[in-house]
C-alpha cells in the first residue's frame, strides 16, 4: 500500500488493514519456513506496509 493511499483511510480502516496485513505477513512467514517462496520480495513488501500503516496511525494519535 503506497503512502498516499494510507493517508486516505479512516482510523478504523487503518486498524483494520493494519490486523490484515500483520496476519498476511504472519502467513506469508510460516509459508517460507517450510518451503521458499517464489517471490521472497513479498515478505519485504507486507513488513513495509506495515510500518506505513503503523506509523500513520502513530501519527493520527499525536495530533
Known sequence: M????????????LQEEL????KAYS???MAHAVSPLENPIQ??????SIAR????????EQQ
Open 2 to 13: 503506497k503512502q498516499s493511499e494510507v493517508r486516505e483511510l479512516s482510523v478504523a480502516e
Open 19 to 22: 490486523g490484515k496485513s500483520r
Open 27 to 29: 502467513d506469508l512467514k
Open 43 to 48: 515478505l519485504r513488501a507486507v513488513r513495509r
Open 53 to 60: 500503516l503503523a506509523t500513520e496511525l502513530t501519527k493520527r
